[in-house]
T-cell receptor, first 109, second 115 residues
Framework: AQSVTQLDSQVPVFEEAPVELRCNYSSSVSVYLFWYVQYPNQGLQLLLKYLSGSTLVKGINGFEAEFNKSQTSFHLRKPSVHISDTAEYFCAFYDKVIFGPGTSLSVIP | DADVTQTPRNRITKTGKRIMLECSQTKGHDRMYWYRQDPGLGLRLIYYSFDVKDINKGEISDGYSVSRQAQAKFSLSLESAIPNQTALYFC??????????????FGPGTRLLVL
């Protein structure tokens, strides 16, 4: 069965510290992978996506993610977070569009 | 102006009432989706439509129905609302016209409370 797992439901981090949000997927077919961000009281916005090619993908707001096929992972990273990064982050993949349960990132001043 | 709009943004209703949530898009996409979001569960797909004549059930379609009135409009109905349908509902469109590579664009959400 296809699924997406986000191991951390909540991640608190101090401002200007680095952060990694973890995502693992399970699929027997080729996948396209996405990270979406949901700011408070808003809909989801696309952060970045992996379709093919380079396994390191750069997105908006200084985020990047690395596709690792052997570990079936697509972890999201940012070297220095800002207060404005406080949001819910969702990993998703497309064969059928399947979302993970989300990780709530709280940036502490 | 927003590309994907949802009305209403907030709604409180009573058990047993019929309610309709509406979604409109100006992106010209053929594909439209309805999701519900519950804490700790992420987004779950209710229904999706690949064009005006194509409607498909998603993961959790029971208790819901949809209508694709036009390419730009996709409505979700709760025929007889129940409290466990209290959730945040999102409409989305996608540009899946290039070999299945799909990016979704979301509306702002409708917060529904069923008493």
């Amino acid at each position: 069965a296809q699924s997406v797992t986000q191991l951390d439901s909540q991640v608190p981090v101090f401002e200007e510290a680095p952060v990694e949000l973890r995502c693992n997927y399970s699929s027997s077919v080729s996948v396209y992978l996405f990270w979406y961000v949901q700011y408070p009281n808003q809909g989801l916005q696309l952060l970045l996506k992996y379709l093919s090619g380079s396994t390191l993908v750069k997105g908006i707001n200084g985020f990047e993610a690395e596709f690792n096929k052997s570990q079936t992972s697509f972890h999201l990273r940012k070297p220095s977070v800002h207060i404005s990064d406080t949001a819910e982050y969702f990993c998703a993949f497309y064969d059928k569009v399947i979302f993970g349960p989300g990780t709530s990132l709280s940036v502490i001043p | 102006d927003a590309d994907v709009t949802q009305t209403p943004r907030n709604r409180i209703t009573k058990t047993g009432k019929r309610i309709m949530l509406e979604c409109s898009q100006t992106k010209g996409h053929d594909r439209m989706y309805w999701y519900r979001q519950d804490p700790g569960l992420g987004l779950r797909l209710i229904y999706y439509s690949f064009d005006v004549k194509d409607i498909n059930k998603g993961e959790i379609s029971d208790g819901y129905s949809v209508s694709r009135q036009a390419q730009a409009k996709f409505s979700l109905s709760l025929e007889s609302a129940i409290p466990n349908q209290t959730a945040l509902y999102f409409c989305a469109t996608s540009d899946a016209d290039r070999g299945g590579q799909e990016t979704q664009y979301f509306g702002p959400g409708t917060r529904l409370l069923v008493l």
